[in-house]
Every structure is written in structure tokens, then in C-alpha cells.
């Protein structure tokens, strides 16, 4: 599968932003879809994932209460980020699994990302 993550920009602190990502084809119920950032001279870190079969969703602790993954259509994933704060400013990649981890290497699928930055 292919994917294409958008919705990134520019926004100030507090504000929010909604990312999507569009697969090249139908999910999969058996699919684990994720979202993960990476900062400039960090490790790529897990964000969000949901299984597409129940729709249980888990997120990072830093996110929690503030970011919302969720299933917007059958090829469609989103990740709804409200009262952004400098911190979250990375590059946003969405990726694709059939496992239910927060570790990159469970996922082998990636969309190119797209950068979110927040100022203060």
C-alpha cells in the first residue's frame, strides 16, 4: 500500500491542525494504521495508532487529551492535533502495520510525511 500524508503548516501555540493520510487502496481490517514525528536531530517517535478492525486507539502520553487519531473512510486515516505546542513542531509520517506496536520497525509501510511546525 501507498500513502500520501497532508495537512501540515504553520499554526501558533494553542492552535490546532488536522492531518490526513489517503492510502492507495482499501485498509485492511487486519491493518494497524499509525502516526509517528520526527524532530530535527531526534529519533523517529511513535504518536498515535489505531487498529482499523476495532477502532481502539492508543497515543503517546504526551499527545493524550490533545491529539485524536481516528478513521475518517475506508482508505482514509486522520490525526486531529488541538492546543499544539512548540514541542510537537517534527515532521508527521503516517505508516502501516498488522501489528499493535508503537515501535517504527512493526510497520512497513510510510507515507513521505509532511512538517508541522508551531511557533511560540
Known amino acids: 500500500v501507498q500513502l500520501q500524508a497532508s495537512g501540515g503548516g504553520l499554526v501558533q501555540a494553542g492552535g490546532s491542525l488536522r492531518l490526513s493520510c489517503a492510502a492507495s487502496?482499501?485498509?485492511?481490517?487486519?491493518?494497524?494504521m499509525a502516526w509517528f514525528r520526527q524532530a530535527p536531530g531526534k529519533e523517529r517517535e511513535f504518536v498515535s495508532r489505531?487498529?482499523?478492525?476495532?477502532?481502539?486507539t492508543e497515543s503517546e502520553d504526551s499527545v493524550k487529551g490533545r491529539f485524536t487519531i481516528s478513521k475518517d473512510s475506508f482508505d482514509t486515516v486522520s490525526l486531529q492535533m488541538n492546543d499544539l505546542k512548540p514541542e510537537d513542531t517534527a515532521v508527521y509520517y503516517c505508516?502501516?502495520?498488522?501489528?499493535?506496536?508503537?515501535?517504527?520497525?512493526?510497520?512497513?509501510?510510510w507515507g513521505h510525511g509532511t512538517q508541522v511546525t508551531v511557533s511560540s
Open positions: 489505531i487498529r482499523w478492525s476495532t477502532g481502539r
Open positions: 505508516a502501516a502495520g498488522s501489528q499493535w506496536s508503537g515501535n517504527r520497525r512493526d510497520y512497513n509501510a
Open positions: 487502496r482499501r485498509i485492511y481490517s487486519s491493518t494497524v
